[in-house]
C-alpha cells in the first residue's frame, strides 16, 4: 500500500481524535479516577484499622507476592509479541518480534492509565508497521480476541463442570441461570462461526449478512483449522500464568480461596477491578475482592492485599515500560524515516509466495 495512502489515514485519526481533548474533558479524564479510587476507598474501608492493615502487610509473604505478580506480566509480553508476529505472518506478511515486543513493553507506561490506551496505542503502531489497511488490521485483532474468548469460554465450562461434579455449592455468588445461559451462547457463537467460516455452513441468518471477501473477515476466511487450535494454545499459558499468578498473590497474604470457586468467580472479580473508572484498579479491586470472597479474610487484610496488589502491578508496568522506551523509540524512528523494505507476501496457509 502506498506510503501516502497511509500518511493519509493517520493524519485522519488524528484530527478525529484530537477535537475531543479538550483541556477541560482531558483534566477531568485524569483527576476523576483518583476521586472515585479515593472516594471508593474511605467508603468501603472507612472502619478498618490502619494498624490491622499494616501488620497484615507486615506478615504477607512479599518474596512470593512480587514473583506471582512479576512472572506472568514478563509470559504475557513475550507470548503476546509472539501471538502478534505469528498473526501477521499468517494473514500479512513477516514482522519481526523484537519490535513489536519493545514497543509493547514502552506501551506498559500508558497501561498505568488505561489498558485501552496501551491497546490503541499498539493498534496505532502496527497501522504504522505494516501498512495495511485498518479493517483488516481490525479484523485480525477481532480473529485474536474471538478466540482468545473462546478457550477461555473452554477453561469456564470444565471449572463449571468439575464443581457440579464435585458437588460444590455455588449458589449463593453466581446467577446459575444467567450463567449457564451466557456459556450456552457462548458455545452456540463457537459453533455458529466454526461451521461458518471452516465449513461453509449459512444455517444461522446473520451468516447471510456476512461478506467473506470484505477485509475484516480476511483473518476468519483465509484461517485454517490449525490456525485456529495453534491460537487456542498459544493463548493458553497467558491464562494459566495469570491465574495462578493471581492465587498465589492471594495466598501470600494467607488469603486460601478454593481452586475450582477461585477459577469461576475471577473472571468476575478482574472484570470489576478493570473498570475504568478507578486509577490503576485502586478501589474497585478492593470492592470485588471483598464482593465474591468475603469469607477468606477480614477487611484489613483485603485491604492491604487490594493495596499491594495494584502498587506492584504500577511498579512493574513502570520499570517494564521504561526500560523498553530506548529500542521502541528507536523502532518507531526506523518507521518514520520512510517506507518499510517489502517482503513476500503469503498464501492463506502462511507459506512465502514468490
Known amino acids: 500500500m502506498p506510503e501516502s495512502a497511509t500518511q493519509e489515514r493517520l493524519q485522519h485519526l488524528v484530527e478525529e481524535i484530537q477535537p475531543a481533548r479538550h483541556p477541560v474533558w482531558a483534566w477531568l479524564r485524569k483527576v476523576v479516577p483518583v476521586l472515585v479510587s479515593a472516594a471508593i476507598l474511605y467508603y468501603y474501608f472507612r472502619k478498618v484499622e490502619w494498624e490491622a492493615v499494616l501488620q497484615a502487610l507486615d506478615q504477607a509473604n512479599l518474596w512470593l507476592l512480587v514473583s506471582a505478580r512479576l512472572l506472568p506480566l514478563l509470559v504475557f509480553w513475550g507470548f503476546d ?87 460444590f455449592d455455588l449458589a449463593g455468588k453466581i446467577p446459575w441461570r444467567t450463567f449457564a445461559i451466557l456459556l450456552g451462547l457462548g458455545w452456540l457463537w463457537l459453533f455458529q462461526a466454526w461451521t461458518y467460516w471452516l465449513r461453509g455452513w449459512r444455517w444461522w441468518p446473520f451468516n447471510y449478512l456476512l461478506r467473506r471477501d470484505w477485509p475484516l473477515w480476511h483473518a476468519f476466511a483465509h484461517a485454517s483449522p490449525g490456525h485456529w487450535l495453534k491460537l487456542a494454545l498459544y493463548s493458553a499459558p497467558p491464562l494459566v500464568f495469570n491465574l495462578a499468578g493471581l492465587y498465589l498473590c492471594a495466598f501470600a497474604f494467607d488469603i486460601r480461596i478454593p481452586v475450582l470457586e477461585f477459577v469461576i468467580l475471577i473472571p468476575l472479580v478482574l472484570f470489576i477491578s478493570n473498570l475504568p473508572i478507578a486509577f490503576g484498579g485502586f478501589g474497585t479491586t478492593t470492592i470485588a475482592w471483598q464482593l465474591f470472597f468475603p469469607h477468606y479474610a477480614p477487611a484489613d487484610t483485603y485491604l492491604a492485599f487490594t493495596l499491594a496488589f495494584p502498587v506492584l502491578s504500577c511498579l512493574a508496568r513502570a520499570v517494564i515500560g521504561l526500560g523498553s522506551l530506548k529500542p521502541a523509540w528507536s523502532e518507531w524512528m526506523r518507521l518514520s524515516e520512510g517506507p518499510a523494505p517489502e517482503t513476500p507476501g503469503l498464501s492463506p496457509a502462511g507459506e512465502p509466495v514468490p
Not at 523484537?98 to 496505532?124: K, P, Q
Open 81 to 167: 509479541a509472539f501471538i502478534t508476529a505469528t498473526l501477521f505472518r499468517w494473514f500479512d506478511r513477516p514482522v519481526r518480534i523484537r519490535d513489536i515486543f519493545w514497543v509493547r513493553g514502552a506501551l506498559y507506561l500508558a497501561m498505568l492509565v488505561n489498558v485501552n490506551i496501551s491497546n490503541g496505542g499498539m493498534f496505532l503502531y502496527l497501522l504504522r508497521k505494516t501498512r495495511m489497511g485498518i479493517t483488516k488490521l481490525a479484523g485480525i485483532q477481532l480473529f485474536r480476541a474471538g478466540i482468545s474468548l473462546w478457550s477461555l469460554l473452554a477453561v469456564f465450562s470444565a471449572m463449571v463442570a468439575a464443581s457440579v461434579a464435585l458437588g
